[in-house]
């Protein structure tokens, strides 16, 4: 593996907004990530590389409970004020449970982002700008 939890930490520390995170995901790609999977209740993301092969961040922060009613609407306007730099990652990640997102998708090759809801059900796809 060519990439460790280390190596996307350090890259994640230059992110400061939404708008900064095409770069972090180029940075990350360069490393040899493929795609990589993020849960809203307690931030552990799981980043695996092209044979699959994965390393994980553990819990990151203080459970959240994460909504069972989606309202994909409301998730959509909270959505686009954190791309736009209005949210920090924290208040993005409050946004997500009380909406019902339990996580989201990063396809580092088609440059997707989908979230999912609890059962883990595709909800949203975006094109990352990259």
């Given amino acids: 593996m060519k990439f460790t939890i280390e190596n996307i930490k350090a890259e994640h520390q230059k992110v400061k907004s939404g708008a900064d995170f095409p770069k972090y995901i180029q940075n990350i790609k360069t490393l040899g990530v493929s795609h990589y999977k993020a849960y809203v209740q307690d931030g552990n993301t799981e980043y695996f590389n ?66 999912f809801d609890q059962n883990e059900s595709d909800v949203l796809t975006e094109q990352v700008p990259g």
């Fill in 50 to 115: 092209h044979e699959n092969q994965s390393v994980h961040t553990g819990k990151k922060y203080d459970s959240l409970a994460v909504s069972d009613t989606l309202n994909l609407e409301n998730f959509k306007i909270r959505l686009k004020l954190h791309q736009q730099g209005g949210t920090d990652y924290m208040t993005f990640c409050k946004d997500c449970a009380e909406n019902g997102i339990k996580g989201w998708t990063m396809d580092l090759q088609a440059m997707t982002c989908t979230y």
